[in-house]
């Protein structure tokens, strides 16, 4: 499995999320929204110029721009 950042990832794309780089605040939000280590997500489709990207975690969707995404680090699944 190769990691990368969540950014990094093109639609069809799974992985699990290894750890959240973010500090302070940012780091809150993006908890709060699901994104926690050990947690599945797809990437479903990104915007025509390619921000924000689309994502799929715990059943629900969730936009976020490609900036709070590289804070995200994952590892690729099959």
Known sequence: MVESTLNDLRPGEKARIVKV???????RKLMD???????EVEVVRTAPLGDPIEFRIKGYSLS???????????????
């Open 64 to 78: 976020m721009r490609k900036q709070e995404a590289a804070n995200i680090v994952v590892e690729t699944i099959a």
């Open 33 to 39: 929204m699901g994104m926690v280590p050990g947690s």
């Open 21 to 27: 780089l973010a500090k302070g605040t940012v780091r």
